[in-house]
């Protein structure tokens, strides 16, 4: 949001402003790095899916050893956020280009035909998380963080990644935040702790009173003994804690139980999974419904929308259409790579601190373990989309890209039909494999998932112009039946990108 | 915020907004200036405006025990006398006429204005007045300390009522009678919910007596119930702790805040967004009839007062009397209904607003009381001003950092406060106006939103 208008474009080849038209409905290397991060997100979404609960996480995390946890914690460098936040960084570069575009199938406005499909966007977000049952939906958020976001299209590339760089420290302020009211709630337990100390050692000091005067044998010896007696159990009446007290303690001890792995809480989560229709409905509602409020409202929006404005900065620089340097390319990959993977490794490392012993931690750090994750993700994120780009630019393993191409043109297709794979492998109506896999078997589905959508996507391609979500998720923005059916060979494809 | 300035469009970008009203600016995206402003629109805003005090006043001015208090209280005396007029006539209302202008003007902005090429578009313009809408709303909430702001979900619901702005008006009655309908459904759903645990808990309150052996659901069955029914009793120690945080500084009461306001942004958007929406609705297809512009006939009015009085004030009658009788006693209320009184509700609420809106225009029309009409007008000119200064005005009368009175009027006092704001915001806007285009957060509002300083002087 810079306040001065920045200088016209020219100065540098590099620093195009955004809404200079880029001449391409469509860009060969978006729909690459959609595909690469919509396959990429499955494999954190199989943790929800297939039963490898964070409390089950917790389990290897816990031990720091083992290959479970190897495993876990290169997954977790490797694609955790990362994937998320390529997704949305395809998106927001999607935003500009959407409004860029002359021609639509039937006159509309391009703010109208764009308010639209973020509405669609949010029922069919609303149909994944409650109708699907799958709570860990995201298109409901970049329905609505596109909306929010409409306001910004125009706006020069700098202030983009400007605005971008600011969401994000948002989101660490938040992180920090976060952090900052565990702390306090340590500091009141320990309070409420040390009150109950100096109560038992009264108690003590009474009973040590009590037993003493029990050796002397006076004459006033009952009457002493009743004395205490009475004393005591004033004291005591007056020695319990008061329910902000209470309160205060349960709070933590009960966050820390949490923290801690529970196998009852996995044998629950596996059998209220493995259930009917109905059961797992009722289970996932409140799930879903905080996804959708609480957490868009708390994270999502920063989350979400940092990536976006740097996938529209990006666009804005020329980063998706090649018109960097090779050289520029390589810089950004290696820093960010560099950087992002030192950072993802801190995390990992200290949140196994954290889940160790999580009052030590509080003591010992100032900030928590994963307060530079939001620079992670993006850093990793932007580092592979420059990989990508230069391996696109090397027309090495070209058929992979094209595959993965078409992949990505049905993004929405693709990620609605996870959902249906997995719920019906994974949940009870289905085949109820819900905690039955191990984790390197969840990533091996993964592949085999996949495998079976980019194969379907190629196909799918060659007789329609579209997948048959993006058909009708473009028919409901123009509120006309749309031709999608390949009559030549070399038709156009122009269909609505996630 | 605002490129235009940088598009790379070789055109003169200045906006044109002076105020030489009639000359040929007239195309361009620019601020309405004030002689196109529909007078009937701004003296229905106004009302609502002030309307919304007496809806907002306990909650600045009193602890949510006076609730209590009245509810299990004698039927009688000022306090309950006033709390009946304003839960039968007012509840709800108010924000509902001020939702139905919003949605109306909402059209409005968006009529009139036609596109330059290259330039941003009106749409645009319409987006970024909402987000700075959005971060107002948030500003009332957490800085000026109103957890019952508005702004911030007015803003966000502006954001999707733009894709039915083309809709014609009977498709959004339409919609917005779905709207209640799905209101309808979710609280009979929640009712049904309810009567579950209730049956459970008489279930195995029964088994109980009988001296059998509860099963571990039963008992939490008899848990569940109970404890709902104590959380409907004030606790004294969270009345203690509200009492106590509200009578301090501006610091304490921030915080204390916080969650509150986030809690209740995040709740209310996702739970009764469609509370807001279906008004806003409403008011979009009446403001395409020409109901708000003066267009209809006296009779038609006229017809709409009788209906919107005459079925709405008897439904909202019935559901204050059983508000009384379900409090305290929801296990008796729960056994002898199948449906919460609350279902009908909302058609309460529209049936009201759209009688009070007649009201107005009849009055308006008639031409009897110009000068309240003129001031009232005023007031709803300068609405956002007014609406931010009702929660700068309440709070530094009620909360610690100011005179302190919270919690120490009673119910019926708190509307000698509403009348004391009401009378300083009808003379103010009045005198302000006479001076300037705009009131002085319409202003902000709009320079912001053009991203260019606005003429403020007349």
Same mark, same amino acid.
């Given at each position: 949001?810079?306040?001065?208008?920045?200088?016209?474009?020219?100065?540098?080849?590099?620093?195009?402003?955004?809404?200079?038209?880029?001449?391409?409905?469509?860009?060969?290397?978006?729909?690459?790095?959609?595909?690469?991060?919509?396959?990429?997100?499955?494999?954190?979404?199989?943790?929800?899916?297939?039963?490898?609960?964070?409390?089950?996480?917790?389990?290897?995390?816990?031990?720091?050893?083992?290959?479970?946890?190897?495993?876990?914690?290169?997954?977790?460098?490797?694609?955790?956020?990362?994937?998320?936040?390529?997704?949305?960084?395809?998106?927001?570069?999607?935003?500009?280009?959407?409004?860029?575009?002359?021609?639509?199938?039937?006159?509309? %406005?391009?703010?109208?035909?764009?308010?639209?499909?973020?509405?669609?966007?949010?029922?069919?977000?609303?149909?994944?998380?409650?109708?699907?049952?799958?709570?860990?939906?995201?298109?409901?958020?970049?329905?609505?963080?596109?909306?929010?976001?409409?306001?910004?299209?125009?706006?020069?590339?700098?202030?983009?990644?400007?605005?971008?760089?600011? $969401?994000?420290?948002?989101? $660490?302020?938040?992180?920090?935040?976060?952090?900052?009211?565990?702390?306090?709630?340590?500091?009141?337990?320990?309070?409420?702790? !040390?009150?109950?100390?100096?109560?038992?050692?009264?108690?003590?000091?009474?009973?040590?009173?009590?037993?003493?005067?029990?050796?002397?044998?006076?004459?006033?010896?009952?009457?002493?003994? !009743?004395?205490?007696?009475?004393?005591?159990?004033?004291?005591?009446?007056?020695?319990?804690?008061?329910?902000?007290?209470?309160?205060?303690?349960?709070?933590?001890?009960?966050?820390?139980?949490?923290?801690?792995?529970?196998?009852?809480?996995?044998?629950?989560?596996?059998? %209220?999974?493995?259930?009917?229709?109905?059961?797992?409905?009722?289970?996932?509602?409140?799930?879903?419904?905080?996804?959708?409020?609480?957490?868009?409202?708390?994270?999502?929006?920063?989350?979400?929308?940092?990536?976006?404005?740097?996938?529209?900065?990006?666009?804005?620089?020329?980063?998706?259409?090649?018109?960097?340097?090779?050289?520029?390319?390589?810089?950004?990959?290696?820093?960010?790579?560099?950087?992002?993977?030192?950072?993802?490794?801190?995390?990992?490392?200290?949140?196994?601190?954290?889940?160790?012993?999580?009052?030590?931690?509080?003591?010992?750090?100032?900030?928590?373990?994963?307060?530079?994750?939001?620079?992670?993700?993006?850093?990793?994120?932007?580092?592979?989309?420059?990989?990508?780009?230069?391996?696109?630019?090397?027309?090495?393993?070209?058929?992979?890209?094209?595959?993965?191409?078409?992949?990505?043109?049905?993004?929405?297709?693709?990620?609605?039909?996870?959902?249906?794979? $997995?719920?019906?492998?994974?949940?009870?109506?289905?085949?109820?494999?819900?905690?039955?896999?191990?984790?390197?078997?969840?990533?091996?589905?993964?592949?085999?998932?996949?495998?079976?959508?980019?194969?379907?996507?190629?196909?799918?391609?060659?007789?329609?112009?579209?997948?048959?979500?993006?058909?009708?998720?473009? $028919?409901?923005?123009?509120?006309?039946?749309?031709?999608?059916?390949?009559?030549?060979?070399?038709?156009?494809?122009?269909?609505?990108?996630? | 915020?605002?490129?235009?300035?940088?598009?790379?469009?070789?055109?003169?970008?200045?906006?044109?907004?002076?105020?030489?009203?009639?000359?040929?600016?007239?195309? /361009?995206?620019?601020?309405?200036?004030?002689?196109?402003?529909?007078?009937?629109?701004?003296?229905?805003?106004?009302?609502?405006?002030?309307?919304?005090?007496?809806?907002?006043?306990?909650?600045?001015?009193?602890?949510?025990?006076?609730?209590?208090?009245? +509810?299990?209280? &004698?039927?009688?005396?000022?306090?309950?006398? /006033?709390?009946?007029?304003?839960?039968?006539?007012?509840?709800?209302?108010?924000?509902?006429?001020?939702?139905?202008?919003?949605?109306?003007?909402?059209?409005?902005?968006?009529?009139?204005?036609?596109?330059? &090429? @290259?330039?941003?578009?009106?749409?645009?313009? *319409?987006?970024?007045?909402?987000?700075?809408?959005?971060?107002?709303?948030?500003?009332?909430?957490?800085?000026?300390?109103? &957890?019952?702001?508005?702004?911030?979900?007015?803003?966000?619901?502006?954001?999707?009522?733009?894709?039915?702005?083309?809709?014609?008006?009977?498709?959004?009655?339409?919609?917005?009678?779905?709207?209640?309908?799905?209101?309808?459904?979710?609280?009979?759903?929640?009712?049904?919910?309810?009567?579950?645990?209730?049956?459970?808990?008489?279930?195995?309150?029964?088994?109980?007596?009988?001296?059998?052996?509860?099963?571990?659901?039963?008992?939490?069955?008899?848990?569940?119930?109970?404890?709902?029914?104590?959380?409907?009793?004030?606790?004294?120690?969270?009345?203690?702790?509200?009492?106590?945080?509200?009578?301090?500084? *501006?610091?304490?009461?921030?915080?204390?805040?916080? &969650?509150?306001?986030?809690?209740?942004?995040?709740?209310?958007?996702?739970?009764?967004?469609?509370?807001?929406?279906?008004?806003?609705?409403?008011?979009?297809?009446?403001?395409?009839?020409?109901?708000?512009?003066?267009?209809?006939?006296?009779?038609? *009015?006229?017809?709409? +007062?009788?209906?919107?009085? @005459?079925?709405?004030?008897?439904?909202?009658?019935?559901?204050?009397?059983?508000?009384?009788?379900?409090?305290?006693?929801?296990?008796?209320?729960?056994?002898?209904?199948?449906?919460?009184?609350?279902?009908?509700?909302?058609?309460?609420?529209?049936?009201?607003?759209?009688?009070?809106?007649?009201?107005?225009?009849?009055?308006?029309?008639?031409?009897?009381?110009?000068?309240?009409?003129?001031?009232?007008?005023?007031?709803?000119?300068?609405?956002?001003?007014?609406?931010?200064?009702?929660?700068?005005?309440?709070?530094?009368?009620?909360?610690?950092?100011?005179?302190?009175?919270?919690?120490?009027?009673?119910?019926?006092?708190?509307?000698?406060?509403?009348?004391?704001?009401?009378?300083?915001? +009808?003379?103010?806007?009045?005198?302000?106006?006479?001076?300037?285009?705009?009131?002085?957060?319409?202003?902000?509002?709009?320079?912001?939103?053009?991203?260019?300083?606005?003429?403020?002087?007349?």
């Amino acid at each position: 949001m810079s306040l001065h208008p920045s200088t016209p474009s020219g100065t540098a080849p590099d620093q195009v402003i955004a809404n200079e038209p880029v001449n391409l409905s469509r860009l060969f290397s978006l729909d690459v790095l959609r595909g690469i991060a919509l396959l990429g997100i499955l494999v954190i979404s199989i943790w929800e899916f297939g039963g490898f609960t964070s409390n089950e996480q917790t389990f290897f995390r816990q031990g720091t050893h083992g290959g479970n946890y190897k495993l876990l914690s290169i997954v977790s460098i490797l694609f955790e956020g990362k994937m998320r936040a390529l997704f949305a960084l395809v998106f927001g570069a999607g935003i500009i280009l959407f409004m860029q575009k002359k021609e639509h199938p039937v006159p509309l %406005a391009a703010p109208d035909a764009y308010i639209r499909r973020q509405i669609w966007l949010i029922i069919f977000g609303v149909f994944n998380a409650f109708v699907l049952l799958w709570p860990g939906d995201i298109l409901f958020q970049y329905g609505v963080v596109g909306i929010l976001l409409f306001a910004f299209w125009r706006m020069p590339a700098r202030g983009l990644l400007i605005a971008a760089i600011l $969401c994000t420290l948002i989101y $660490c302020g938040k992180q920090y935040w976060n952090y900052a009211d565990d702390k306090k709630g340590y500091k009141k337990f320990l309070a409420v702790t !040390a009150v109950e100390k100096k109560f038992k050692q009264d108690s003590t000091v009474r009973a040590k009173k009590d037993s003493f005067d029990r050796t002397k044998d006076t004459v006033l010896l009952k009457d002493t003994l !009743a004395k205490n007696k009475l004393m005591d159990s004033l004291a005591r009446k007056n020695d319990t804690l008061t329910k902000k007290q209470a309160g205060e303690k349960g709070m933590w001890e009960g966050m820390i139980k949490d923290l801690k792995y529970d196998s009852s809480k996995t044998v629950a989560e596996n059998k %209220a999974i493995r259930a009917s229709y109905g059961k797992v409905w009722k289970h996932l509602m409140q799930r879903s419904q905080n996804k959708e409020s609480n957490w868009l409202y708390r994270t999502g929006v920063w989350d979400i929308s940092s990536m976006m404005l740097l996938g529209m900065a990006l666009l804005g620089f020329g980063f998706f259409n090649h018109r960097m340097a090779s050289s520029r390319y390589v810089l950004i990959a290696v820093l960010a790579l560099a950087i992002g993977f030192t950072l993802a490794w801190f995390r990992i490392h200290f949140q196994s601190i954290k889940l160790a012993d999580y009052a030590r931690y509080i003591e010992k750090y100032p900030v928590p373990f994963n307060q530079f994750f939001p620079i992670e993700r993006m850093l990793l994120a932007t580092g592979y989309a420059s990989l990508v780009m230069l391996l696109l630019r090397s027309k090495f393993l070209n058929w992979l890209w094209q595959a993965l191409a078409a992949t990505g043109k049905m993004a929405l297709t693709n990620y609605i039909m996870q959902t249906i794979i $997995c719920t019906f492998f994974f949940y009870g109506y289905g085949f109820g494999y819900f905690g039955r896999l191990q984790q390197w078997q969840l990533y091996f589905m993964v592949a085999e998932i996949a495998l079976v959508q980019i194969v379907f996507s190629v196909f799918w391609l060659r007789y329609f112009t579209m997948g048959p979500l993006e058909w009708l998720w473009r $028919c409901l923005i123009y509120r006309k039946w749309l031709p999608w059916k390949i009559k030549e060979p070399h038709a156009i494809t122009d269909s609505p990108a996630l | 915020m605002d490129q235009h300035n940088s598009s790379g469009t070789p055109q003169s970008l200045v906006i044109p907004m002076q105020g030489t009203a009639g000359a040929g600016e007239q195309s /361009t995206v620019r601020p309405v200036t004030r002689a196109e402003r529909i007078k009937s629109i701004d003296t229905i805003r106004g009302v609502a405006l002030l309307g919304i005090l007496m809806m907002n006043i306990p909650g600045f001015g009193i602890n949510w025990d006076f609730w209590n208090s009245i +509810l299990t209280g &004698p039927r009688a005396g000022k306090d309950y006398y /006033t709390f009946a007029i304003v839960f039968v006539f007012f509840e709800g209302t108010m924000r509902g006429l001020f939702s139905m202008l919003f949605g109306a003007g909402m059209v409005l902005f968006m009529q009139n204005k036609h596109e330059l &090429p @290259g330039r941003p578009t009106v749409a645009e313009y *319409y987006y970024r007045r909402l987000l700075w809408l959005v971060l107002f709303g948030v500003i009332n909430a957490f800085v000026l300390l109103w &957890p019952g702001d508005i702004l911030f979900f007015y803003g966000l619901c502006g954001m999707l009522l733009f894709a039915f702005r083309k809709l014609s008006p009977k498709w959004l009655v339409v919609i917005a009678l779905t709207c209640v309908a799905f209101g309808m459904v979710k609280k009979q759903w929640d009712w049904n919910e309810t009567r579950e645990k209730r049956e459970s808990y008489t279930e195995a309150m029964a088994a109980k007596k009988e001296k059998k052996e509860l099963t571990p659901e039963q008992q939490g069955a008899i848990k569940m119930w109970t404890e709902m029914e104590k959380s409907q009793k004030p606790d004294t120690a969270i009345t203690n702790e509200n009492l106590r945080k509200m009578q301090s500084g *501006y610091g304490t009461i921030f915080t204390y805040f916080i &969650p509150r306001n986030a809690g209740g942004e995040i709740w209310y958007m996702y739970n009764e967004v469609w509370d807001l929406l279906v008004m806003m609705f409403l008011g979009m297809a009446l403001y395409l009839w020409g109901f708000f512009s003066n267009r209809l006939r006296t009779s038609t *009015y006229m017809m709409w +007062l009788l209906i919107g009085y @005459g079925i709405g004030v008897p439904i909202a009658w019935a559901i204050f009397d059983k508000g009384f009788m379900s409090f305290g006693r929801m296990g008796l209320y729960a056994d002898s209904w199948s449906s919460s009184h609350m279902v009908f509700a909302e058609f309460r609420r529209i049936l009201i607003t759209i009688g009070h809106a007649s009201l107005v225009m009849l009055i308006f029309r008639s031409g009897i009381i110009p000068w309240l009409m003129r001031a009232l007008a005023n007031v709803g000119q300068m609405a956002f001003t007014n609406y931010l200064m009702q929660s700068i005005l309440c709070t530094l009368f009620f909360y610690g950092y100011g005179l302190g009175y919270y919690n120490k009027l009673k119910f019926h006092q708190l509307y000698y406060v509403v009348f004391a704001v009401w009378i300083f915001q +009808l003379i103010f806007s009045s005198i302000w106006l006479r001076y300037f285009r705009f009131g002085p957060f319409e202003w902000l509002w709009r320079s912001l939103t053009y991203w260019k300083k606005q003429p403020m002087k007349l």
